[in-house]
């Protein structure tokens, strides 16, 4: 349903939006409604929602804050526009890219947390006698609740000879203590206990144990001369001559080390590095539920705290929802009137909140589960859910793809959702590529035409029905023309086979998966899907092969000791592993951590143009190698910023802030290097090229045009070659992969493993990643996707649906088999969805 204009209550007017690749974009949208911006990858949409709209909505909030307030915020750019009309406040809900807190979890980001410390503190079943306990004691993160033990972390850690050294035929100065540091520090101490009389030439295991454990774990700090690096007798001499010493050295003990390290240290790489000399086993004193014992002695409904908060949110609003049913009288010991009106009021509403996350499909995560775990599209749908009970109106929500990671079962849910928010009188800005969503908004905004330079305008902006008239609208095919992808329909050449798969919520699971063919694996959010491929078929299969595990990036703020591991617990590969000889994951993981790495260099391309740049006559003439051209070496960076492009200038009082380079301007380079030309360009402006401009401008030269072609093909042609990886979004890193996978020689026999590839693509983009995916399987390999889109399901050689439902009522191999008959099957939830584009 659309409204016609004249429903809408207002209208925000922006004029000469110019951020990022806008082209002087005015536009006129409605209030209180929901809008779709649309359009290919890069083509701008995120620019005109979240860089122009939510960045001048925050900017003029924090303006009519105190200045005091303003101070405390970073100092935000002033967006490229020249003038926005009638525009509320808006909350953005982006998908989360980069670090999230482990401290937070589903209980705090939904706030039901609180609700039940307030639930167990003012209508919880004390034991007699005991006093009562403030909502702030049920919390493990505050002096009040914590376990006195653990200090509310649930585990408690410690140092044990064998954790710090780990070969003790080593001597002490053949580092056997591993655990003290690595450079001057340990040579320190071991120059320290050769002043102590101590022999750092025996193996460690012929030290008497009285000499390990004093070395391991006295408390004492002894300070003595230290005369570096000479032997024991030189020193004993250098004594008894009373010799001046090299300086007076500090003596700690490995244990002391460790411990302090870990507490006080803010590098995050210090913190790992020690953390792997400690081992944590479980708390004895609170069983690992992170409270004192007082806290854990109050029930509700038969459970402590902790124990709510290990059930599932499904299950939780069963036990809640049987609660109010029962009318409480014989759950609560105490029936006091007020106790039981709490009781009434706090679960009522503790039920509300829950049915909206259960609605969102989310039903099968628990309150402690904390949020680095989560995928975006989880971590986003929570915080919407939390957003429609924050009874905020006349607010613009920005989401970014709100669909992203959701099965289409699960996407009905969301408008629900999103149409609650509209009808309490706020208006919704969403970017989207589902065609579901698309055609559920009162009004498009659609940008293009294409991406990168090519896009940047603003082709239609008005109710859906109008975009179908719009030419250059790439967007509109794939709305109102029956469009589906070729289908290959190819027969398995082999069966990879596991059996007794037993991780997360799969139990002994079975499964036989094709080799040779296109396969995707279905199912909503929670089935499982991504246990099966992502982590067990990768495990195995890479144990099988003799290959390492693909190591997931630190999150920044982690604990090391706080890492949430599933293990897997069962699973073995009876057949068809001699049909593989490679395994490649192409995940979502960022491609690198800083600005110094970007598309050229992590694909390889950086090296051709800088052999190009190194062969010029100028080049030879002033013996420049290809090296001079790295903006990381130092001959050739800029020496200011030292080849970053940006310094950071620290003001008084405020937070920094980063501005291009005073010296280079942001090129990176220093001027003797920037006077290089290639076809009368230097390295910094070939940066600062598209892949299709570069690919273009290098045409005759196949070492570099060919990687640039292939990373057109998976639809990347708009991203510069210099972009900071950081700049980069998760699908574009993937793709990025998938384009550097394409470039090898394709030897056949690899198993290829995407988890949601189209994440973040218009239906133009995935038609091009399409045709890239069944080239691997016609060139000999298997390619297996976990995925939502339909489209794609309809179009593979094989699908394997996982469910029937998420978390426990998931776990199961619905139905597998070619598209067509996975779409007649009854038991399946992907059934109805798959059948839609089958018919197309």
């Known amino acids: 349903m659309s409204m016609s204009s004249q429903e809408f209550s207002g209208f925000i007017r922006v004029k000469g939006a110019?951020?990022?690749n806008l082209k002087a974009v005015n536009l006129s949208i409605p209030r209180d409604a929901l809008v779709v911006f649309t359009g290919i990858s890069g083509s701008g949409k995120s620019s005109l929602a979240f860089g122009t709209l939510y960045a001048e909505a925050q900017r003029r909030y924090l303006d009519s804050v105190s200045p005091y307030a303003r101070r405390l915020f970073n100092q935000m750019p002033v967006p490229k526009v020249e003038q926005i009309e009638g525009l509320p406040p808006a909350v953005a809900l982006q998908q989360q890219r980069g670090a999230v807190s482990t401290r937070s979890s589903v209980g705090s980001v939904t706030t039901i947390s609180n609700l039940l410390r307030m639930l167990y503190s003012r209508a919880g079943d004390y034991p007699d006698g005991q006093s009562i306990i403030y909502a702030e004691g049920f919390s493990p993160n505050t002096p009040e609740g914590a376990c006195p033990h653990c200090h509310g972390l649930g585990r408690v850690y410690e140092v044990t000879e064998r954790s710090m050294v780990p070969d003790d035929t080593l001597t002490i100065r053949e580092r056997a203590v591993a655990a003290w540091p690595a450079a001057w520090q340990g040579q320190n101490q071991r120059d320290i206990l050769t002043t102590l009389g101590y022999d750092i030439d025996v193996p460690w295991k012929d030290l008497p144990q009285k000499t390990r454990d004093w070395i391991l774990f006295t408390e004492e700090q002894p300070v003595v001369p230290v005369y570096a690096n000479r032997s024991r007798e030189e020193v004993k001499q250098a004594i008894s001559r009373k010799l001046t010493p090299d300086y007076m050295g500090t003596f700690t003990s490995v244990q002391r080390y460790v411990m302090q390290t870990f507490a006080t240290t803010q590098s995050p790489l210090m913190k790992k590095r020690v953390a792997q000399y400690m081992l944590s086993s479980e708390c004895k004193v609170c069983g690992g539920k992170r409270l004192k014992k007082e806290s854990l002695a109050i029930k509700f409904a038969g459970l402590d705290?902790?124990?709510?908060?290990?059930?599932?949110?499904?299950?939780?609003?069963?036990?809640?929802?049987s609660f109010l049913h029962r009318k409480r009288k014989s759950s609560l010991k105490d029936t006091s009137p007020e106790k039981i009106l709490v009781a009434d009021r706090i679960v009522e509403d503790?039920?509300?909140?829950?049915?909206?996350?259960?609605d969102l499909g989310l039903g099968y995560l628990t309150l402690e589960r904390s949020t680095p775990t989560l995928s975006p599209g989880e971590l986003q749908r929570l915080r919407l859910a939390a957003q429609v009970y924050s009874n905020l109106f006349g607010v613009v929500y920005v989401l970014d793809e709100p669909?992203?990671?959701?099965?289409p079962a699960d996407t009905e849910a969301l408008l629900r959702i999103l149409d609650r928010l509209k009808a309490a009188g706020n208006s919704l800005f969403v970017v989207e590529h589902e065609p579901e969503v698309i055609q559920h908004a009162d009004w498009i905004v659609d940008v293009g035409p294409a991406a990168g330079e090519s896009g940047g305008q603003v082709l239609y902006s008005g109710p859906l029905e109008g975009l179908e008239k719009v030419e250059s609208s790439v967007t509109k095919k794939y709305i109102f023309e029956d469009f589906s992808f070729p289908n290959h329909k190819r027969q398995p050449t082999d069966w990879l086979k596991l059996e007794g798969i037993t991780r997360n919520n799969l139990h002994q699971l079975s499964v036989d998966i094709p080799l040779g063919v296109f396969t995707c694996v279905t199912g909503?959010?929670?089935?499982?899907?991504?246990?099966?491929?992502?982590?067990?078929?990768?495990?195995?299969v890479s144990n099988a092969l003799g290959t390492s595990m693909p190591v997931a990036p630190e999150v920044e703020d982690e604990n090391p000791l706080e890492k949430i591991t599933i293990e897997t617990l069962g699973g073995t590969i009876t057949e068809g592993i001699e049909s593989i000889k490679r395994i490649?994951?192409?995940?979502?993981?960022?491609?690198?951590?800083?600005?110094?790495?970007?598309?050229?260099?992590y694909t390889g391309v950086f090296d051709n143009i800088r052999k190009l740049f190194a062969a010029t006559p100028t080049a030879k003439a002033r013996k420049y190698d290809a090296g001079r051209f790295s903006f990381n070496v130092a001959k050739g960076r800029c020496p200011h910023c030292e080849g970053e492009g940006s310094v950071m200038v620290e003001l008084l009082f405020l937070p920094s802030v980063y501005s291009p380079c005073p010296t280079c301007q942001g090129k990176r380079y220093n001027p003797e290097t920037l006077e290089v030309k290639y076809n009368h360009k230097d390295i910094a402006q070939v940066l600062a090229l598209s892949v299709d401009e570069?690919?273009?401008?290098?045409?005759?030269?196949?070492?570099?045009?060919?990687?640039?072609?292939?990373?057109?093909d998976v639809g990347l042609g708009y991203l510069r070659l210099g972009q900071p990886a950081t700049e980069l979004s998760g699908g574009e890193a993937q793709r990025i992969k998938l384009a550097t996978e394409l470039q090898r020689q394709q030897q056949g026999n690899t198993l290829y493993i995407l988890d949601e590839p189209t994440t973040g693509l218009h239906p133009a983009d995935v038609e091009k990643l399409m045709v890239q995916l069944q080239k691997l399987v016609e060139a000999g390999n298997t390619v297996i996707v976990i995925e939502h889109d339909m489209s794609v399901a309809a179009a593979s050689d094989y699908v394997i649906d996982m469910g029937p439902g998420a978390g426990n009522q998931g776990g199961k191999v619905v139905a597998q088999g070619p598209p067509g008959s996975i779409s007649k099957n009854t038991e399946s939830r992907t059934a109805p969805y798959l059948l839609h584009y089958i018919q197309k």
């Open 694 to 712: 570069a690919y273009a401008f290098f045409k005759n030269d196949k070492a570099v045009a060919q990687p640039l072609g292939v990373i057109r």
């Open 524 to 540: 909503v959010s929670g089935s499982g899907k991504s246990s099966l491929v992502s982590q067990v078929l990768v495990e195995l």
């Open 18 to 20: 110019s951020e990022h």
């Open 305 to 321: 705290i902790a124990e709510m908060a290990r059930l599932s949110l499904e299950g939780m609003a069963d036990l809640f929802s």
């Open 584 to 601: 490649i994951v192409v995940d979502q993981k960022p491609i690198g951590r800083t600005p110094r790495s970007n598309l050229a260099t």
């Open 350 to 358: 503790v039920l509300n909140r829950l049915q909206v996350i259960l």
């Open 403 to 407: 669909s992203a990671g959701l099965h």
